[in-house]
């Protein structure tokens, strides 16, 4: 038997019914499961430590930072290390993001208006989606084909549809880990009415990149993030493109959003680079062992990758059977499957240590 509910308890209710938004109340805050004790591969994060005396000579930089003031609200110094450190061609300009979360924000904040939609691929990073919504613009996803390649019909027939205002394409795309043909992003800049977005997160174990193109067309964006490279904790994300988009973006942006720890860190991990290269190398090498471990497990069917993680379909109907089996074992990594459609059975697995694979791999096949 249910207590009734006090006057209190009801005005509440009745608050909440009117002033937040119906979208909002009908969804869930994205979750980030606990992660305590386990070996996490779930969240496509570089597993690697910095080396100890890199971390000495970063915590001498940090004393010597004034918590108690702003930090520089434009970013200034490391505006000019990311430019050199992502090669942004000469004349394009940047804007740095709390992770590229807050960046999808910003250019979906500016370019709300009534009848106006986002369009990308599905699957893809869910937060294109997510925010869409909270800005109040449509959004069209447009189902891949089987084999996780653009259906370029489909594709083409919603941007002659929608007219959207910005379409967004991951670049290796997340969660399924290659990168489109070439020869249809060429395309779909080509027809696009709107901007489009190349999300390059895992641009450090890609072998492609729309970096250099950018000043042959003026609506394309190229988004990064520092996050799987090493330095997921610092969030930042940078968004890279001609001056007069940048400057229209940059009046959404809040002051000081890049805190002075961060554009001091990121500063000084850049100036190793070398080091976060040799990492993503060290991960590429390992992604491909995974990948001939996982295709030699019976009933395991594993996705070409050219990011730090591998999608993979289990036998029908055990993919989240396999995922709590794999988290009794202190096993942390993606179930895929409740997202249905082309994600059904699917697992995914971030690349971690040769000793966090190898726990994985062991793990998965006992759970065969």
Not at 9 to 23: G, V, Y
Not at 39 to 53: C, F, G, R, S, T
Not at 246 to 265: A, G, H, M
Request: glycine fraction near 6%; include cysteine.
């Amino acid at each position: 038997m249910t207590t009734p509910k006090t006057a209190l308890e009801n005005a509440l209710e009745n608050a909440l019914t009117r002033w937040i938004k119906p979208l909002v109340r009908t969804i869930s805050a994205y979750p980030v499961p606990d992660s305590t004790g386990m070996i996490k591969l779930d969240a496509m994060e570089n597993p690697y430590h910095w080396p100890e005396p890199l971390t000495e000579q970063w915590l001498a930089r940090l004393r010597e930072v004034s918590v108690n003031r702003y930090p520089d609200p434009r970013a200034s110094a490391l505006l000019e290390r990311v430019r050199r450190h992502a090669q942004v061609p000469q004349g394009q300009s940047i804007m740095l993001g709390n992770g590229s979360d807050e960046l999808i924000q910003i250019l979906l904040l500016a370019l709300a208006q009534p009848g106006q939609c986002v369009l990308a691929p599905e699957p893809g990073f869910v937060m294109y989606r997510m925010i869409a919504g909270f800005t109040g613009l449509e959004y069209v996803g447009v189902p891949l084909r089987e084999d996780f390649s653009l259906d370029m019909p489909a594709m083409l027939a919603a941007i002659e549809h929608h007219q959207p205002a910005v379409m967004f394409i991951a670049y290796p795309n997340n969660p399924t880990g290659n990168c489109f043909a070439r020869a249809d992003i060429e395309r779909l800049l080509e027809v696009a009415p709107g901007l489009v977005v190349l999300d390059e997160a895992y641009a450090p174990f890609a072998r492609d990149s729309f970096m250099a193109d950018l000043p042959a067309h003026p609506q394309l964006l190229v988004m990064r993030t520092v996050s799987k490279q090493g330095l997921a904790g610092l969030r930042l994300g940078y968004l890279c493109g001609d001056p007069a988009w940048i400057s229209e973006f940059d009046k959404v942006r809040l002051p000081y959003n890049i805190n002075v720890l961060t554009q001091i860190s990121v500063s000084f991990a850049l100036e190793h680079e070398d080091v976060f290269a040799a990492q993503a190398q060290a991960i590429c090498r390992d992604r491909e062992q995974v990948f001939a471990a996982l295709s030699a497990m019976p009933g395991i069917t594993p996705f070409p990758s050219e990011a730090n993680f591998i999608l993979l379909r289990t036998p029908s109907g055990q993919a989240t059977s396999i995922f709590n089996a794999l988290r009794e074992r202190r096993i942390l990594i993606k179930n895929l499957a409740p997202a249905g459609g082309l994600l059904h059975d699917c697992l995914r697995v971030t690349i971690g240590t040769p000793d966090e694979n190898r726990a994985f791999l062991a793990a998965l096949a006992d759970c065969l």
